[in-house]
């Protein structure tokens, strides 16, 4: 195939994506260009009523949005923090101590992710409710803001997402020489000094791809909130899916939408920025 | 963390390590092994203490019809979405490690799109274009939305696969004279026939568990994840959740462990992890604007 002339090339490859491409152009492409449309149209939505910004300056106007935005940041961080927390020591051991129990590890993360989602999120019912399994453990009076909390909510939204945050760091410290570890213990550097100034930095484009695969959706994520959140962990993802199918408001909805998207896509931005930043500063 | 000696390769974990993944285990498994303790618990409350053994559930479970609709329909849906992300996601795969052209960057960006953008919008996107298109909510719109979202994953899956692939045996083949479909039956499909089953085994549970997606193209029917959905917020419902639940997640695990295991024997162990891995480096370079094979 390397020896054929260009454009026969071409034509092959133009029969090969054909398929794939127009799946992505109808299925993908035009309903996202619907709801852009959505979004900039004038209210009521008909052929005459025309363009404006109006459903954005909505959104970002009011007041309650900014509120439920503050919350889902908040929530969404704490999240991602808990994630990398486990992510980065589960990584490190798959890749440099568990031997032949790596791929034993991977297999359980992977499996782990693809046990039906709901499903997962509604156990934490089981072991947070007041008559969960932890508050008949404890002694003393049952614990009410375990369930139909924030709290229910980072736990059940790091449980959804703890695979897709492991794998990239796994990925990225896969490719460190064990030797720069063995050097660094023999230069003298304790393992938090080693942490801190190999693992993390060779990580860094890992940890990149765990904020985009990871960080953006949950910004969606309205499952865990409705399964084990209540009135104080109302997030962006329940307020949007609330807008477009109990309010029917389809304008204000996808301004809404695109408003999350650019603002996880401006987060994206900074983790990418920063994995730059901190590989040139080792290399 | 027992770490000043760094790396041992094969040490035994010390007791930090052990203590660590015994967490981990039990915060990803440990809230659906309760569930199904608590599926054959003999009360209709969801709490402790234990009230007694009981099957009771498992049985109301299998009588319930709205429950089999729900059950058939996920059914239906995967059997057709995963082979169809099959033939696009290997067409795609084949198609970005295979060919130089202009403009294959964005292509390649174009398929790593729906996996980073989230299921909410994607669903309501559709929802408004079907809308818009006149086209009735029912089983052909959720099949056609889900493909289109999780061929990618397919794609991504096969072509870490395809990219580790030395060309050269194909020219080989060329070589020593066997015509391009001799090539793929006896070259290149045995070299990616483990990808080809791990990506199906993804997209059919991708599918069958998918809740966004099915919520908002679906219209007035149920799905399995729906159903469960509508299910926990009922009081009367939540033991037959249990017990249908834990049913559902033990044939998903023995399903997706057999066939993982079967695919590790049909490859090395290198190769399993690539595979893995590979679908999230797609991912990302498709963000970042990078090559996606490349990265892989």
Known sequence: ?283 | MSGSTFPRRFARPGYVWRAFLFVVGAFLFGPLLILVFFSFNDSNVLALPFEGLTLRWYGAALADPSLHRALLNSTIIAVIVAPVCLVLGTLAAFGLTRFRFRGRGALAGLVAAPLILPWLVIGIAALMAYAKADVTLGLPTVIATQAVCTFPLVTAIVGAQLFRFERVQEEAAIDLGCNRFQVLRYVVFPHVAPALAAAGIFAFTWSFNNYEISAFTLGFQQTFPVWVYSSVRDPDHTAIVNAVSALISAVQLLLIWVGLKLIKRRTSSEAATAMITGATHVGASGATGRDPVSAA
């Open chain 1, 1 to 283: 195939m390397t020896r054929r002339a260009g454009d026969t090339t071409a034509r092959s490859a133009a029969a090969v994506l054909a398929a794939p491409t127009t799946a992505l152009l109808v299925f993908f492409v035009v309903p996202f260009a619907v709801l852009v449309q959505m979004s900039l149209i004038k209210f009521p939505p008909n052929v005459a009523s025309g363009f404006s910004l109006e459903h954005y300056w909505d959104v970002v106007s009011d007041q309650l949005n900014l509120k439920i935005a503050l919350t889902t940041v908040v929530i969404v961080t704490i999240a991602m923090a808990l994630m990398l927390l486990i992510a980065l020591p589960l990584a490190y051991y798959m890749v440099f101590k568990a031997g032949r129990r790596e791929l034993f590890l991977l297999l359980a993360l992977v499996v782990a992710d693809e046990l039906a989602p709901v499903v997962r999120v509604y156990a934490w019912q089981v072991i947070l409710g007041r008559n969960g399994l932890i508050n008949w453990i404890l002694p003393g009076p049952p614990i009410d803001w375990l369930l139909y909390s924030p709290f229910a909510v980072v736990v059940a939204l790091a449980t959804s997402y703890i695979t897709y945050t492991t794998i990239p760091i796994y990925a990225a410290m896969k490719a460190i020489e064990p030797v720069t570890l063995e050097a660094a213990t023999d230069l003298g550097a304790g393992w938090f000094q080693q942490f801190r100034r190999i693992l993390v930095p060779l990580a860094a484009p890992g940890i990149f791809v765990a904020a985009i695969l990871v960080y953006i959706p949950m910004y969606a994520d309205f499952v865990a909130a409705d399964i084990v959140g209540g009135p104080s962990s109302y997030l962006l993802g329940q307020r949007i899916r609330d807008v477009i199918l109990e309010e029917g408001d389809w304008g204000t909805g996808s301004a809404m939408n695109l408003v999350m998207l650019g603002l996880s896509g401006v987060f994206a931005l900074i983790a990418y920025r920063m994995s730059r930043l901190n590989r040139m500063a080792t290399s």
